[in-house]
T-cell receptor
């Protein structure tokens, strides 16, 4: 099963871009990279996912390296409300039978 | 609005009692999941179900049971066999497709065993 490695914590100044890295060196060709975040004592919230190409939505951008062994989630203008635990996940399995395995994630602290 | 409803939000029980946590979704999603989260830890998969009347064990199924009699509902029973039941329990669902598997989560149920 593909695993992910994330730094346990990061700080970011409010209004600046937050760049959260993730290593997934054992990822296989048909596995997606997903990002979720969890604000304290709430259910995780989906942010973005990608397979090979970079992706952008209203919340964030996802940059995946060409060899797909690592990726970066970018929050372009971090706010205090972006303080949360961010999980990088690689899907195990295929179709919708794939389990999403959550690690310990990165705790992002956005500071004024 | 569509979503996932978990109840109760907080639950206190005595040791040795079975407890059932409710999870209902009106998203017309095919798959449903139960995760457990302990303080400062990530989520661990307990059970998941892809279709009605079928479910599979996750990584920590011992001491738990589930049923999937309706597409909308996936209740979790924490039995007295679960040694450390105090935790935050999260239910999720996803739509069946051949590609990405995006989960929608409920707000969670916090179980405390006294």
């Amino acid at each position: 099963d593909a695993k992910t490695t994330q730094p346990p914590s990061m700080d970011c100044a409010e209004g600046r871009a937050a760049n959260l890295p993730c290593n997934h060196s054992t990822i296989s060709g048909n596995e997606y990279v997903y990002w979720y975040r969890q604000i304290h004592s709430q259910g995780p919230q989906y942010i973005i996912h990608g397979l090979k190409n970079n992706e952008t939505n209203e919340m964030a951008s996802l940059i995946i390296t060409e060899d797909r062994k690592s990726s970066t989630l970018i929050l372009p203008h971090a706010t205090l409300r972006d303080t949360a635990v961010y999980y990088c996940i690689v899907r195990v399995g295929s179709g919708n039978t794939g389990k999403l395995i959550f690690g310990q994630g990165t705790t992002l602290q956005v500071k004024p | 609005d569509g979503g996932i409803t978990q109840s109760p939000k907080y639950l206190f029980r005595k040791e040795g009692q079975n407890v059932t946590l409710s999870c209902e979704q009106n998203l017309n999603h095919d798959a449903m999941y139960w995760y457990r989260q302990d303080p400062g830890q990530g989520l661990r998969l307990i059970y998941y179900s892809q279709i009605v009347n079928d479910f599979q064990k996750g990584d920590i199924a011992e001491g738990y049971s589930v049923s999937r009699e309706k597409k909308e509902s996936f209740p979790l029973t924490v039995t007295s066999a679960q040694k450390n039941p105090t935790a935050f329990y999260l239910c999720a669902s996803s739509k069946k497709n051949s590609g990405a598997n995006v989960l929608t989560f409920g707000a969670g149920s916090r179980l405390t065993v006294l």
